[in-house]
């Protein structure tokens, strides 16, 4: 059973930034050898990835953070982050870091909450 904790998540005004953290541990699994991601989930919406990070380092973004976050990884330490800078109104949701394409176990996630 992998274990997930995301963490870094707050309250924090339009324009301002936050740094989120995940740690992964446990089950049988080697980091290194996966592709990660971050998603987010919205009140009342489907969670949507954000980002994603490969097996040799490549980022992808979705559209709507593209120029704005930046994730990365630490395969040493079996973490990953992103970096959300610019945020907007529109990026509060629950965020949650897994595998890409996604397991079945997900973490309690992170809120980040944008006002105005």
């Known amino acids: 059973q992998v274990q997930l904790v995301e963490s870094g998540g707050g309250l924090v005004q339009a324009g301002g930034s936050l740094r989120l953290s995940c740690a992964a541990s446990?089950?049988?699994?080697?980091?290194?050898?996966?592709?990660m991601g971050w998603y987010r989930q919205a009140p009342g919406k489907q969670r949507e990835l954000v980002a994603r990070?490969?097996?040799?380092?490549?980022?992808d973004y979705t559209d709507s953070v593209k120029g704005r976050f930046t994730i990365s990884r630490d395969n040493a330490k079996k973490a990953v982050y992103l970096q959300m800078n610019s945020l907007k109104p529109e990026d509060t949701a629950v965020y949650y870091c897994?595998?890409?394409?996604?397991?079945?176990?997900w973490g309690q996630g992170t809120q980040v909450t944008v006002s105005s």
């Open positions: 897994n595998g890409n394409p996604v397991w079945d176990y």
């Open positions: 446990g089950g049988i699994f080697i980091f290194s050898l996966n592709n």
């Open positions: 990070i490969t097996r040799d380092g490549r980022a």
